[in-house]
């Protein structure tokens, strides 16, 4: 390890949006240091990182705590921005002892609580008059039944916390689509084994927007707001296809609301889904830098500057204006998210394959940036080709083992058949 001090430690840096911060701060000048529990990471190859560390220790831990220490006691660190839902929630548990070393650029506590908890989310939203889909909170296999028979199916299921458990034994659940009874208790126990509350949900196929914002001291300093043509997975998640858009006056209005009720301050982006009728429903609240957040610093509104100058405690700068009508896309994430929908033809919301592919086509037709690929700072776009290279061939082959491990075994049923 180095004593260089450094401006901001950036963690989680295989993350999109870490490589965006760190780009961002790092054609300001500023010495940016990255870590993260993989070596092999695009982040790490950007012209702008000036140190890289590999935490030993598992995500969310307690010993990933204790590394991060170890190294601000050695690099001095002004700022710690971390991104990873995990990773967040174990710094949470440490706070106290961090943010004497260091500032972090997370929301204080409550409102960061507040604000990875679903439940309470949309317990705050439907008290301020924002419509959110119907939904019933889930503890046990008994409650699923009144759930099924009051929303029905097609639903979703998502824990209350989208991080659930640490260590070894933490993981991310995101939303999953049920279409059948077998499947809702399957992904009912999912999340109830690992400790967590799951929420049943109506299933809404429309519009997917999101508004950001970067709020401190009862002011707004930034807006920015996207819709998402496609997702990872299809049913919703990472935005792998986005536009920026004027913020809408329902969406954005009531965004605004729910951030300064919370008083969510730093970096937040609330997203809702439209249903049919084109009504918007808040979907939850994320209080860290999304996956998404380049297409707003490529349009004008440079979220991560703003949430280091928060951070800090330096003056913000207020950001009015960006670019409307902009494309973005995640060719990765797109590739394979066009490979899921095709899989799951035929289930609510996804389209035909025909128009899967087409629409996957039609994409490439389009002006548009991609993540990761900055002429400027190439390095990190071949890297992360070459890993995506990589691991479409793992997947073929893992595909293809099942497919003759299938074939055998049907082989050897046909041949033990009297």
Not at 161 to 182: C, N, R
Not at 193 to 207: D, S
Request: net charge positive; with cysteine; proline share 6%.
């Amino acid at each position: 390890m180095t004593a260089t001090p450094i401006d901001a430690l950036v963690l989680d840096a295989r993350l999109r949006q870490s490589l965006a911060t760190i780009r961002s701060l790092g054609r300001r000048g500023m010495s940016i240091a990255a870590l993260d529990t993989m070596a092999e990471v695009p982040a790490f190859c950007s012209r702008w990182c000036r140190q890289r560390f590999v935490c030993p220790a598992e995500d969310a831990s307690d010993a990933y705590v204790a590394y991060v220490e170890q190294l601000l006691e050695h690099v001095g660190a002004r700022v710690l921005i971390p991104s990873h839902d995990g990773t967040i929630a174990v710094l949470r548990r440490h706070r106290a002892r961090l943010e004497r070393r260091v500032r972090l650029a997370l929301a204080a506590e409550p409102s960061i609580s507040l604000a990875v908890d679903k439940a309470q989310t949309l317990a705050i939203a439907e008290r301020l008059g924002i419509r959110v889909p119907s939904t019933l909170a889930i503890s046990g296999a008994a409650d699923l039944a009144p759930a099924l028979k009051q929303i029905g199916l097609p639903a979703v299921v998502k824990p209350t916390e989208s991080w659930l458990g640490a260590g070894d034994a933490g993981a991310w659940i995101g939303p999953q689509l049920v279409t059948s009874v077998d499947e809702a208790r399957r992904a009912v126990a999912e999340i109830t084994r690992r400790g967590g509350v799951a929420l049943f949900q109506r299933l809404l196929t429309g519009r997917r927007e999101a508004v950001s914002f970067l709020y401190a001291g009862g002011e707004i300093y930034a807006r920015f707001a996207q819709w998402a043509k496609r997702t990872r997975p299809p049913l919703g998640g990472e935005s792998v296809l986005r536009q920026s858009i004027a913020v809408p006056l329902d969406v954005g209005g009531q965004a605004e609301r729910l951030v300064r009720e919370m008083n969510l301050e730093g970096y937040s982006e609330i997203e809702f889904r439209r249903d049919r009728a084109g009504v918007p429903h808040l979907m939850e609240v994320n209080p860290r830098l999304s996956a998404s957040v380049d297409i707003a610093v490529r349009c004008g509104v440079d979220f991560p500057r703003l949430l280091y100058q928060w951070a800090d405690g330096s003056p913000i700068d207020r950001m009015d204006r960006y670019r409307v009508g902009r494309w973005m896309r995640y060719l990765q994430g797109d590739v394979m998210t066009t490979i899921a929908a095709l899989e799951q033809r035929g289930r609510p919301g996804i389209a035909s394959p025909v128009q899967t592919l087409a629409a996957f086509g039609w994409s490439f037709l389009r002006p548009m940036r991609y993540d990761y690929v900055d002429w400027i700072d190439p390095v990190p776009a071949v890297k992360a080709l070459a890993g995506f290279a990589r691991e479409i061939g793992r997947s073929a082959v893992r595909t293809a083992v099942r497919r003759a491990r299938s074939r055998y075994m049907k082989g050897r049923s046909w041949t033990m058949t009297p």
